[in-house]
Protein backbone atom coordinates (compact mmCIF):
# COMPACT_ATOMS: atom_id res chain seq x y z
CA UNK A 1 0.00 0.00 0.00
CA UNK A 2 1.28 3.46 -1.30
CA UNK A 3 0.11 5.87 1.57
CA UNK A 4 0.22 9.86 1.41
CA UNK A 5 -2.67 11.74 3.41
CA UNK A 6 -5.85 9.33 3.31
CA UNK A 7 -9.11 9.50 4.99
CA UNK A 8 -10.91 6.32 6.53
CA UNK A 9 -14.48 6.72 6.32
CA UNK A 10 -17.46 4.47 7.46
CA UNK A 11 -20.81 3.81 6.04
CA UNK A 12 -23.51 2.11 8.31
CA UNK A 13 -26.25 -0.34 7.00
CA UNK A 14 -28.61 2.68 6.93
CA UNK A 15 -26.71 4.56 4.80
CA UNK A 16 -25.65 2.05 2.63
CA UNK A 17 -29.63 0.63 2.06
CA UNK A 18 -29.34 4.13 -0.40
CA UNK A 19 -26.00 3.42 -1.43
CA UNK A 20 -26.71 4.90 -5.30
CA UNK A 21 -27.09 8.42 -3.72
CA UNK A 22 -23.94 8.46 -2.34
CA UNK A 23 -22.87 8.05 -5.69
CA UNK A 24 -23.63 11.65 -5.71
CA UNK A 25 -23.14 13.04 -2.56
CA UNK A 26 -20.30 11.11 -1.04
CA UNK A 27 -18.39 8.64 -3.39
CA UNK A 28 -18.09 10.94 -6.74
CA UNK A 29 -20.31 14.35 -6.17
CA UNK A 30 -18.24 17.18 -7.96
CA UNK A 31 -14.80 14.91 -7.25
CA UNK A 32 -12.92 14.11 -10.35
CA UNK A 33 -9.49 12.66 -11.44
CA UNK A 34 -7.10 12.50 -8.39
CA UNK A 35 -9.99 13.96 -5.87
CA UNK A 36 -11.39 10.89 -5.98
CA UNK A 37 -8.86 8.60 -4.13
CA UNK A 38 -6.78 8.51 -0.87
CA UNK A 39 -10.44 7.52 0.73
CA UNK A 40 -10.42 3.94 2.65
CA UNK A 41 -14.32 2.92 2.28
CA UNK A 42 -15.16 0.58 4.92
CA UNK A 43 -18.85 -0.63 4.09
CA UNK A 44 -21.58 -2.44 7.14
CA UNK A 45 -24.08 -4.77 5.40
CA UNK A 46 -27.37 -3.20 4.03
CA UNK A 47 -29.92 -2.51 6.33
CA UNK A 48 -31.45 -4.98 8.52
CA UNK A 49 -28.84 -8.11 6.63
CA UNK A 50 -27.26 -8.12 9.93
CA UNK A 51 -30.71 -9.06 11.67
CA UNK A 52 -31.64 -11.78 9.57
CA UNK A 53 -28.57 -13.49 9.40
CA UNK A 54 -27.98 -13.39 13.22
CA UNK A 55 -30.92 -11.90 15.17
CA UNK A 56 -32.50 -8.54 15.53
CA UNK A 57 -30.61 -6.13 16.97
CA UNK A 58 -33.41 -4.69 18.88
CA UNK A 59 -36.33 -6.85 19.11
CA UNK A 60 -34.07 -9.68 19.21
CA UNK A 61 -35.89 -11.30 16.74
CA UNK A 62 -34.12 -14.20 15.75
CA UNK A 63 -32.14 -14.88 12.45
CA UNK A 64 -30.25 -17.60 10.50
CA UNK A 65 -28.05 -17.85 13.53
CA UNK A 66 -30.11 -17.83 16.95
CA UNK A 67 -32.36 -19.95 15.01
CA UNK A 68 -29.42 -22.55 14.00
CA UNK A 69 -27.99 -22.33 18.02
CA UNK A 70 -31.79 -23.63 19.04
CA UNK A 71 -32.41 -25.84 16.40
CA UNK A 72 -35.19 -27.68 17.85
CA UNK A 73 -37.49 -27.10 15.10
CA UNK A 74 -34.29 -28.92 12.62
CA UNK A 75 -34.98 -26.37 9.46
CA UNK A 76 -35.92 -23.31 10.13
CA UNK A 77 -32.83 -21.87 9.68
CA UNK A 78 -32.90 -23.16 6.48
CA UNK A 79 -35.79 -21.23 5.62
CA UNK A 80 -34.20 -18.01 7.59
CA UNK A 81 -31.02 -18.46 5.29
CA UNK A 82 -32.80 -18.63 2.09
CA UNK A 83 -34.86 -15.73 3.20
CA UNK A 84 -31.13 -13.49 3.43
CA UNK A 85 -30.74 -14.99 0.27
CA UNK A 86 -33.51 -13.17 -0.96
CA UNK A 87 -33.33 -10.08 1.22
CA UNK A 88 -29.53 -9.44 -0.32
CA UNK A 89 -30.29 -10.03 -3.86
CA UNK A 90 -33.39 -6.94 -3.18
CA UNK A 91 -31.02 -4.70 -1.90
CA UNK A 92 -29.04 -5.27 -4.44
CA UNK A 93 -31.98 -5.12 -7.09
CA UNK A 94 -32.67 -1.78 -5.85
CA UNK A 95 -29.04 -0.03 -6.21
CA UNK A 96 -27.53 -1.71 -9.23
CA UNK A 97 -29.10 -0.94 -12.57
CA UNK A 98 -26.35 -2.78 -15.59
CA UNK A 99 -27.60 -6.36 -15.76
CA UNK A 100 -23.87 -7.37 -16.16
CA UNK A 101 -23.66 -5.79 -12.82
CA UNK A 102 -27.08 -7.53 -11.40
CA UNK A 103 -25.87 -11.49 -12.70
CA UNK A 104 -22.56 -10.84 -11.10
CA UNK A 105 -24.17 -10.15 -7.63
CA UNK A 106 -26.57 -12.72 -7.80
CA UNK A 107 -23.97 -15.23 -8.30
CA UNK A 108 -22.30 -13.68 -5.55
CA UNK A 109 -25.17 -14.65 -3.12
CA UNK A 110 -25.61 -17.70 -4.38
CA UNK A 111 -22.16 -19.03 -4.04
CA UNK A 112 -22.02 -17.16 -0.76
CA UNK A 113 -25.45 -18.23 1.02
CA UNK A 114 -25.15 -22.14 -0.33
CA UNK A 115 -21.29 -22.59 0.71
CA UNK A 116 -22.86 -21.14 4.19
CA UNK A 117 -25.48 -23.49 3.96
CA UNK A 118 -23.79 -26.80 3.32
CA UNK A 119 -21.38 -25.32 5.90
CA UNK A 120 -23.82 -25.08 8.50
CA UNK A 121 -25.66 -28.44 7.25
CA UNK A 122 -22.20 -30.80 7.82
CA UNK A 123 -22.02 -29.22 11.00
CA UNK A 124 -25.29 -29.94 11.79
CA UNK A 125 -24.22 -33.77 10.47
CA UNK A 126 -21.64 -34.02 12.26
CA UNK A 127 -22.14 -32.60 15.69
CA UNK A 128 -25.38 -35.75 15.54
CA UNK A 129 -22.50 -38.39 16.49
CA UNK A 130 -21.96 -37.17 20.23
CA UNK A 131 -18.53 -36.92 19.96
CA UNK A 132 -18.57 -33.25 18.46
CA UNK A 133 -20.56 -30.75 20.14
CA UNK A 134 -22.45 -27.82 18.11
CA UNK A 135 -21.91 -25.46 21.37
CA UNK A 136 -17.73 -25.58 20.79
CA UNK A 137 -18.46 -24.16 17.15
CA UNK A 138 -21.24 -21.32 17.73
CA UNK A 139 -18.89 -18.89 17.61
CA UNK A 140 -17.05 -19.70 14.14
CA UNK A 141 -20.72 -19.85 12.72
CA UNK A 142 -21.70 -16.51 14.60
CA UNK A 143 -18.54 -15.13 12.53
CA UNK A 144 -19.09 -17.21 9.11
CA UNK A 145 -22.57 -15.95 8.94
CA UNK A 146 -21.81 -11.82 9.64
CA UNK A 147 -19.35 -12.04 7.34
CA UNK A 148 -21.45 -12.32 4.59
CA UNK A 149 -23.49 -9.39 5.06
CA UNK A 150 -20.35 -7.04 4.57
CA UNK A 151 -18.74 -8.80 2.06
CA UNK A 152 -22.07 -8.59 -0.52
CA UNK A 153 -22.39 -4.87 0.92
CA UNK A 154 -19.05 -4.50 -0.32
CA UNK A 155 -19.00 -6.76 -3.71
CA UNK A 156 -22.26 -4.47 -4.52
CA UNK A 157 -20.54 -1.32 -4.02
CA UNK A 158 -17.49 -2.07 -5.62
CA UNK A 159 -19.60 -3.10 -9.09
CA UNK A 160 -21.19 0.10 -9.09
CA UNK A 161 -18.64 2.50 -8.28
CA UNK A 162 -16.80 1.25 -11.48
CA UNK A 163 -19.34 1.38 -13.80
CA UNK A 164 -19.61 4.66 -12.51
CA UNK A 165 -15.92 4.69 -13.74
CA UNK A 166 -14.36 4.83 -10.55
CA UNK A 167 -11.10 2.61 -9.99
CA UNK A 168 -12.87 0.41 -7.07
CA UNK A 169 -11.17 -2.80 -5.58
CA UNK A 170 -13.22 -5.38 -3.44
CA UNK A 171 -11.20 -5.77 -0.05
CA UNK A 172 -12.75 -8.87 1.25
CA UNK A 173 -11.45 -9.26 4.73
CA UNK A 174 -14.26 -12.11 5.62
CA UNK A 175 -11.62 -14.81 5.39
CA UNK A 176 -13.98 -16.97 3.09
CA UNK A 177 -12.61 -19.74 1.52
CA UNK A 178 -9.35 -18.98 3.15
CA UNK A 179 -7.25 -21.53 5.18
CA UNK A 180 -4.81 -18.93 6.56
CA UNK A 181 -5.03 -17.59 9.93
CA UNK A 182 -4.27 -14.17 10.66
CA UNK A 183 -4.75 -11.85 13.62
CA UNK A 184 -6.79 -8.19 13.07
CA UNK A 185 -3.93 -6.57 12.06
CA UNK A 186 -2.23 -8.62 9.79
CA UNK A 187 -6.03 -9.27 7.99
CA UNK A 188 -5.75 -5.75 7.51
CA UNK A 189 -2.02 -5.30 6.39
CA UNK A 190 -2.64 -8.58 3.66
CA UNK A 191 -5.73 -6.99 2.59
CA UNK A 192 -4.36 -3.88 1.33
CA UNK A 193 -1.13 -4.50 0.36
CA UNK A 194 -0.74 -3.49 -3.39
CA UNK A 195 -3.34 -1.42 -3.13
CA UNK A 196 -2.18 2.07 -4.38
CA UNK A 197 -4.23 4.30 -2.63
CA UNK A 198 -3.55 7.08 -4.60
CA UNK A 199 -5.23 5.97 -7.64
CA UNK A 200 -7.28 3.09 -6.26
CA UNK A 201 -10.33 3.47 -3.79
CA UNK A 202 -10.54 0.01 -1.32
CA UNK A 203 -14.33 -0.49 -0.75
CA UNK A 204 -13.58 -2.88 2.38
CA UNK A 205 -15.79 -5.35 4.37
CA UNK A 206 -16.50 -3.92 7.39
CA UNK A 207 -16.29 -7.89 9.23
CA UNK A 208 -12.81 -9.04 9.58
CA UNK A 209 -12.07 -12.87 10.11
CA UNK A 210 -9.43 -13.21 12.62
CA UNK A 211 -7.75 -14.80 15.85
CA UNK A 212 -8.66 -12.50 17.84
CA UNK A 213 -12.75 -13.03 16.83
CA UNK A 214 -14.19 -9.71 16.16
CA UNK A 215 -18.21 -10.84 17.20
CA UNK A 216 -16.11 -12.93 20.47
CA UNK A 217 -14.46 -9.44 21.47
CA UNK A 218 -16.75 -6.48 20.26
CA UNK A 219 -20.09 -8.65 18.98
CA UNK A 220 -22.89 -6.55 17.15
CA UNK A 221 -21.60 -2.52 15.52
CA UNK A 222 -18.18 -4.40 14.70
CA UNK A 223 -17.49 -2.79 11.85
CA UNK A 224 -16.83 0.65 13.76
CA UNK A 225 -14.25 -1.43 14.93
CA UNK A 226 -12.84 -2.59 11.62
CA UNK A 227 -13.08 1.05 10.77
CA UNK A 228 -11.14 2.46 13.76
CA UNK A 229 -8.42 -0.42 13.14
CA UNK A 230 -7.83 0.17 9.65
CA UNK A 231 -7.66 3.96 10.06
CA UNK A 232 -4.88 3.32 13.22
CA UNK A 233 -2.86 0.83 11.61
CA UNK A 234 -3.03 2.72 8.21
CA UNK A 235 -2.12 6.21 10.26
CA UNK A 236 -5.33 8.02 8.19
CA UNK A 237 -5.22 11.71 8.56
CA UNK A 238 -9.19 11.27 9.71
CA UNK A 239 -11.11 9.13 10.53
CA UNK A 240 -15.31 9.58 9.15
CA UNK A 241 -18.17 7.74 10.05
CA UNK A 242 -20.95 8.89 7.51
CA UNK A 243 -24.70 8.68 8.82
CA UNK A 244 -28.00 9.33 7.43
CA UNK A 245 -28.31 12.23 9.23
CA UNK A 246 -26.18 14.95 11.06
CA UNK A 247 -25.33 13.95 15.05
CA UNK A 248 -28.12 15.98 15.77
CA UNK A 249 -30.05 16.77 19.79
CA UNK A 250 -31.85 14.15 19.26
CA UNK A 251 -33.16 11.72 16.67
CA UNK A 252 -34.69 13.79 13.94
CA UNK A 253 -37.39 11.15 12.93
CA UNK A 254 -38.95 10.79 16.18
CA UNK A 255 -38.51 14.84 17.24
CA UNK A 256 -38.49 16.58 13.34
CA UNK A 257 -35.60 17.75 11.29
CA UNK A 258 -36.75 20.85 11.92
CA UNK A 259 -36.25 20.86 15.85
CA UNK A 260 -33.16 19.23 16.45
CA UNK A 261 -29.69 20.97 16.30
CA UNK A 262 -26.42 19.55 14.73
CA UNK A 263 -23.90 19.08 17.27
CA UNK A 264 -21.10 21.36 15.81
CA UNK A 265 -18.12 19.49 18.23
CA UNK A 266 -18.28 16.90 21.11
CA UNK A 267 -16.46 14.61 22.97
CA UNK A 268 -15.55 10.88 23.51
CA UNK A 269 -17.28 11.23 27.03
CA UNK A 270 -20.24 12.23 25.71
CA UNK A 271 -19.93 9.36 22.91
CA UNK A 272 -19.67 6.60 25.39
CA UNK A 273 -23.24 7.86 27.17
CA UNK A 274 -24.71 7.38 23.61
CA UNK A 275 -23.33 4.39 22.69
CA UNK A 276 -24.26 2.40 26.18
CA UNK A 277 -28.04 4.10 25.58
CA UNK A 278 -27.84 1.70 22.08
CA UNK A 279 -27.46 5.43 20.37
CA UNK A 280 -23.97 4.25 18.45
CA UNK A 281 -22.62 7.67 17.91
CA UNK A 282 -19.26 5.42 17.80
CA UNK A 283 -18.36 1.81 19.29
CA UNK A 284 -16.70 2.40 22.92
CA UNK A 285 -14.00 0.48 21.83
CA UNK A 286 -13.34 1.55 18.29
CA UNK A 287 -13.40 4.92 19.95
CA UNK A 288 -10.57 4.06 22.50
CA UNK A 289 -8.45 2.96 19.35
CA UNK A 290 -8.76 6.05 17.49
CA UNK A 291 -7.93 8.00 20.81
CA UNK A 292 -4.59 6.35 21.38
CA UNK A 293 -3.57 6.23 17.67
CA UNK A 294 -4.29 10.07 17.92
CA UNK A 295 -6.52 9.86 14.48
CA UNK A 296 -8.88 12.30 14.72
CA UNK A 297 -12.77 11.77 14.54
CA UNK A 298 -15.95 12.84 12.77
CA UNK A 299 -19.25 12.21 12.20
CA UNK A 300 -20.98 13.80 9.36
CA UNK A 301 -24.45 13.16 7.00
CA UNK A 302 -23.66 11.58 4.14
CA UNK A 303 -26.38 12.75 1.74
CA UNK A 304 -25.11 16.53 3.02
CA UNK A 305 -21.62 16.77 1.21
CA UNK A 306 -20.78 20.32 2.04
CA UNK A 307 -20.92 20.24 5.49
CA UNK A 308 -18.02 19.25 7.58
CA UNK A 309 -20.40 17.59 10.60
CA UNK A 310 -19.50 16.98 14.38
CA UNK A 311 -15.99 16.55 15.35
CA UNK A 312 -15.42 14.33 18.52
CA UNK A 313 -12.11 14.36 20.53
CA UNK A 314 -11.13 14.82 23.87
CA UNK A 315 -11.51 18.10 24.92
CA UNK A 316 -13.84 19.40 27.31
CA UNK A 317 -15.91 22.69 26.77
CA UNK A 318 -16.69 25.67 28.26
CA UNK A 319 -20.05 26.17 28.15
CA UNK A 320 -22.13 23.83 29.69
CA UNK A 321 -24.80 22.66 27.70
CA UNK A 322 -27.37 19.70 27.27
CA UNK A 323 -25.93 18.31 23.90
CA UNK A 324 -28.47 14.94 23.12
CA UNK A 325 -31.83 13.85 24.49
CA UNK A 326 -31.97 9.37 23.82
CA UNK A 327 -34.00 7.33 25.16
CA UNK A 328 -33.89 3.42 25.36
CA UNK A 329 -36.65 0.72 26.21
CA UNK A 330 -35.08 -1.51 29.50
CA UNK A 331 -36.14 -4.11 31.66
CA UNK A 332 -35.58 -3.03 35.36
CA UNK A 333 -35.04 -6.12 37.65
CA UNK A 334 -35.12 -5.48 41.20
CA UNK A 335 -34.07 -7.52 44.40
CA UNK A 336 -35.66 -6.67 47.16
CA UNK A 337 -34.43 -8.71 50.76
CA UNK A 338 -34.96 -7.35 54.15
CA UNK A 339 -31.52 -9.09 54.94
CA UNK A 340 -29.57 -7.40 52.51
CA UNK A 341 -29.25 -4.56 55.18
CA UNK A 342 -25.06 -4.22 56.05
CA UNK A 343 -24.38 -7.61 54.11
CA UNK A 344 -22.18 -7.35 51.72
CA UNK A 345 -22.01 -10.13 47.97
CA UNK A 346 -25.69 -9.14 47.24
CA UNK A 347 -24.22 -7.10 44.08
CA UNK A 348 -21.98 -9.50 43.12
CA UNK A 349 -23.73 -12.21 43.17
CA UNK A 350 -26.51 -10.52 40.68
CA UNK A 351 -23.48 -9.09 38.70
CA UNK A 352 -22.61 -12.73 37.78
CA UNK A 353 -25.88 -13.74 37.11
CA UNK A 354 -26.10 -10.87 34.64
CA UNK A 355 -22.72 -11.44 33.12
CA UNK A 356 -23.23 -15.68 33.16
CA UNK A 357 -26.96 -14.39 30.53
CA UNK A 358 -24.60 -11.96 28.57
CA UNK A 359 -27.18 -9.02 29.21
CA UNK A 360 -26.20 -5.27 28.50
CA UNK A 361 -26.52 -3.41 32.12
CA UNK A 362 -27.79 0.33 31.58
CA UNK A 363 -27.82 1.60 34.99
CA UNK A 364 -28.05 0.69 38.45
CA UNK A 365 -29.08 2.17 41.89
CA UNK A 366 -29.73 0.49 45.35
CA UNK A 367 -31.00 1.33 48.65
CA UNK A 368 -30.39 -0.23 52.14
CA UNK A 369 -32.38 -3.38 50.86
CA UNK A 370 -33.14 -2.90 47.25
CA UNK A 371 -30.57 -3.38 44.45
CA UNK A 372 -31.97 -2.14 40.73
CA UNK A 373 -30.31 -3.36 37.36
CA UNK A 374 -31.50 -1.65 34.51
CA UNK A 375 -31.33 -4.16 31.21
CA UNK A 376 -31.46 -3.60 27.65
CA UNK A 377 -32.18 -7.36 27.20
CA UNK A 378 -35.24 -9.32 26.27
CA UNK A 379 -37.85 -9.81 28.89
CA UNK A 380 -37.38 -13.40 28.31
CA UNK A 381 -33.44 -13.19 29.03
CA UNK A 382 -34.27 -10.81 32.23
CA UNK A 383 -36.61 -13.57 33.44
CA UNK A 384 -33.96 -16.26 32.97
CA UNK A 385 -31.77 -13.94 35.42
CA UNK A 386 -34.13 -13.85 37.49
CA UNK A 387 -35.05 -17.17 37.80
CA UNK A 388 -31.50 -17.58 39.15
CA UNK A 389 -31.81 -14.84 41.50
CA UNK A 390 -34.87 -16.42 43.45
CA UNK A 391 -33.12 -20.35 43.15
CA UNK A 392 -29.97 -18.42 44.83
CA UNK A 393 -31.90 -15.90 47.38
CA UNK A 394 -35.02 -17.66 48.00
CA UNK A 395 -36.23 -15.53 50.69
CA UNK A 396 -35.89 -12.19 48.39
CA UNK A 397 -38.00 -11.10 46.01
CA UNK A 398 -37.11 -9.94 42.74
CA UNK A 399 -39.33 -8.21 40.33
CA UNK A 400 -38.91 -7.64 36.62
CA UNK A 401 -40.89 -4.92 34.70
CA UNK A 402 -40.34 -2.99 31.38
CA UNK A 403 -39.62 0.63 31.29
CA UNK A 404 -37.86 3.05 29.39
CA UNK A 405 -34.89 5.41 30.22
CA UNK A 406 -34.65 8.76 28.38
CA UNK A 407 -31.55 10.30 29.42
CA UNK A 408 -30.04 13.96 28.25
CA UNK A 409 -26.73 13.98 27.93
CA UNK A 410 -23.83 16.27 27.06
CA UNK A 411 -20.11 17.38 27.98
CA UNK A 412 -20.85 19.06 31.07
CA UNK A 413 -24.48 19.79 32.98
CA UNK A 414 -22.91 21.96 35.74
CA UNK A 415 -24.85 24.46 37.11
CA UNK A 416 -27.69 23.66 34.26
CA UNK A 417 -30.27 22.06 37.09
CA UNK A 418 -31.05 19.26 34.29
CA UNK A 419 -32.63 16.96 36.47
CA UNK A 420 -35.26 19.67 38.18
CA UNK A 421 -35.79 21.17 34.54
CA UNK A 422 -36.06 17.61 33.25
CA UNK A 423 -38.52 16.72 35.82
CA UNK A 424 -40.75 19.70 35.60
CA UNK A 425 -40.69 19.19 31.87
CA UNK A 426 -42.16 15.27 32.13
CA UNK A 427 -44.77 16.73 34.66
CA UNK A 428 -45.91 19.16 32.68
CA UNK A 429 -45.98 16.66 29.41
CA UNK A 430 -48.57 14.46 31.61
CA UNK A 431 -45.56 11.71 31.91
CA UNK A 432 -45.14 10.02 35.45
CA UNK A 433 -41.73 9.87 36.23
CA UNK A 434 -40.54 6.36 38.33
CA UNK A 435 -37.18 7.13 39.19
CA UNK A 436 -34.50 9.63 37.84
CA UNK A 437 -30.78 9.98 38.98
CA UNK A 438 -27.56 11.80 38.44
CA UNK A 439 -23.87 11.13 39.17
CA UNK A 440 -22.12 14.04 40.61
CA UNK A 441 -19.70 14.26 37.33
CA UNK A 442 -22.13 15.54 35.45
CA UNK A 443 -22.76 14.19 31.82
CA UNK A 444 -25.91 12.68 31.95
CA UNK A 445 -29.43 12.62 33.91
CA UNK A 446 -31.06 9.92 33.88
CA UNK A 447 -35.08 9.78 33.66
CA UNK A 448 -36.97 6.17 33.97
CA UNK A 449 -40.42 6.43 32.31
CA UNK A 450 -42.90 3.39 31.39
CA UNK A 451 -41.87 1.95 28.40
CA UNK A 452 -45.37 3.36 26.47
CA UNK A 453 -43.53 7.25 27.17
CA UNK A 454 -40.09 7.06 26.04
CA UNK A 455 -40.83 8.92 22.72
CA UNK A 456 -43.11 11.72 24.32
CA UNK A 457 -40.74 11.69 27.06
CA UNK A 458 -37.40 12.42 24.50
CA UNK A 459 -39.79 15.47 22.82
CA UNK A 460 -40.43 17.20 26.21
CA UNK A 461 -37.08 17.24 27.81
CA UNK A 462 -35.84 18.47 24.59
CA UNK A 463 -38.33 21.05 24.06
CA UNK A 464 -37.33 22.23 27.23
CA UNK A 465 -33.81 21.75 27.70
CA UNK A 466 -32.45 22.44 24.01
CA UNK A 467 -35.11 23.91 22.00
CA UNK A 468 -36.22 26.43 24.52
CA UNK A 469 -33.10 27.43 24.98
CA UNK A 470 -31.04 30.04 22.48
CA UNK A 471 -27.83 29.38 20.96
CA UNK A 472 -25.08 29.88 23.82
CA UNK A 473 -23.06 32.20 22.14
CA UNK A 474 -19.97 29.56 21.97
CA UNK A 475 -21.74 27.23 20.73
CA UNK A 476 -23.38 29.26 17.98
CA UNK A 477 -19.57 29.83 17.02
CA UNK A 478 -18.94 26.47 16.93
CA UNK A 479 -21.62 25.27 15.16
CA UNK A 480 -20.89 28.02 12.83
CA UNK A 481 -17.02 26.86 12.45
CA UNK A 482 -17.94 22.79 12.08
N1 LIG B 1 -29.10 11.96 17.90
C1 LIG B 1 -29.28 11.41 16.69
N2 LIG B 1 -28.73 11.99 15.61
C2 LIG B 1 -28.89 11.42 14.38
N3 LIG B 1 -29.57 10.28 14.16
C3 LIG B 1 -30.14 9.66 15.20
C4 LIG B 1 -30.01 10.19 16.50
N4 LIG B 1 -30.66 9.35 17.34
C5 LIG B 1 -31.17 8.36 16.61
N5 LIG B 1 -30.89 8.53 15.31
C6 LIG B 1 -31.37 7.61 14.27
O1 LIG B 1 -30.37 6.68 13.93
C7 LIG B 1 -30.70 6.15 12.67
C8 LIG B 1 -29.54 5.37 12.09
O2 LIG B 1 -28.37 6.09 12.18
P1 LIG B 1 -27.10 5.77 11.30
O3 LIG B 1 -25.92 6.01 12.15
O4 LIG B 1 -27.17 6.47 10.01
O5 LIG B 1 -27.27 4.21 11.03
P2 LIG B 1 -26.21 3.04 11.02
O6 LIG B 1 -26.01 2.58 12.43
O7 LIG B 1 -26.88 2.04 10.19
O8 LIG B 1 -24.98 3.63 10.46
C9 LIG B 1 -31.14 7.37 11.89
O9 LIG B 1 -32.02 7.02 10.87
C10 LIG B 1 -31.81 8.26 12.95
O10 LIG B 1 -33.22 8.19 12.87
N1 LIG C 1 -23.86 -4.93 10.26
C1 LIG C 1 -23.30 -5.15 11.57
C2 LIG C 1 -22.11 -4.30 11.79
C3 LIG C 1 -22.35 -2.85 11.99
O1 LIG C 1 -21.55 -2.19 12.58
O2 LIG C 1 -23.48 -2.30 11.47
P1 LIG C 1 -23.93 -0.71 11.51
O3 LIG C 1 -22.75 0.06 11.04
O4 LIG C 1 -25.10 -0.63 10.59
O5 LIG C 1 -24.27 -0.41 12.96
C4 LIG C 1 -24.32 -5.05 12.68
O6 LIG C 1 -25.48 -4.80 12.42
O7 LIG C 1 -23.97 -5.25 13.83
Redesign the pocket.
Known amino acids: MTTAEHTVE?????S?SRVRELLDTLFIGDRSGDALYNRVFVV??F?G???LL?EH?KSGTPGVYALFANADDDHGWLDALTEVGRAMGKAHHEVLEHAGDLNMADEFVRERIEGARSCLFDLQRLCSYGHFRLSDHMLVIRELL?GL??AHSAFVTTLLLQRAGVNARFIDLSGWRDDTEHSLSERIASGLEGVDLAREMPIVT??VQCTEGLMREF??????VTFANIAAQTSACEAIIHKEFHLSSADPKLVGEGKVRKLGHTNYDVADQLSNMGM?AI?PKAAKTLRQADVALRVTNAFDPGDPGTLIDDQPTKTPDVEIVTGLKVVALELFEQDMVGVKGYDAAILEALRRHNVWIISKTSNANTITHYIHASLKAVRRVARDLEEHYPAAEVNVRTLSIVSAIGRDLSGLRVLGRGLNALEEAGLGVIAAHQTPRNVDVQFVLGSQDMDKGVAALHSALIEARPLAPAAEAEQKAA
Open positions: KIGGTMSAGITNLKSGEGYDRGYSEEH
